[in-house]
């Protein structure tokens, strides 16, 4: 049985270079790839400011929610409680955060950006926006106010668990 019969040959090798693959057409494919250029220039461009990719993750939401706890954080990005140990005492010891007692709740530690940190994550994201605009100047300005709803309507209706 000749399971190829609907696809067509290439050809030579190095004709595969100027040829439409199947891959071409998958978004799955798509996303990796873009995913990997963009997520590339977002940690080189952190870097000359000297902030991690998950520091300046976490630093943007104790920037910009008043009092937030290391949980509300790390449901918010998506991380282990535990894990966000590690993040929030990268940003401590930056002098980008401090964290300060709930007052009704000793157990719990609110967390507040230091002027520091507000500065630190003013200028990041200032830097990651520059870089973003660089990276999409190949879409018109419809395709890119129309970017970011889509990937958020995606995100905001999938589940996390794969399909059945």
Known sequence: MNYSSNI?????PGDFEEAELDLDFL?????KRVYSIFLNDFRYTLSQDSVSARGFAALSLVVQV????QSELARKLGIERSGIVAIIDELENEGFLKR????NDKRIYALLPT???ARAY???LGAVKKSESCLLSVLTPTEKKQLVPILRKIRANHTGNPPA
């Open 8 to 12: 067509e040959s290439v050809g030579l």
């Open 27 to 31: 978004v799955s494919y798509n996303l």
């Open 66 to 69: 008043s009092h937030i706890t």
């Open 100 to 103: 300060t007692l709930v007052r």
């Open 115 to 117: 002027p520091a940190g």
């Open 122 to 124: 003013k200028k990041a």
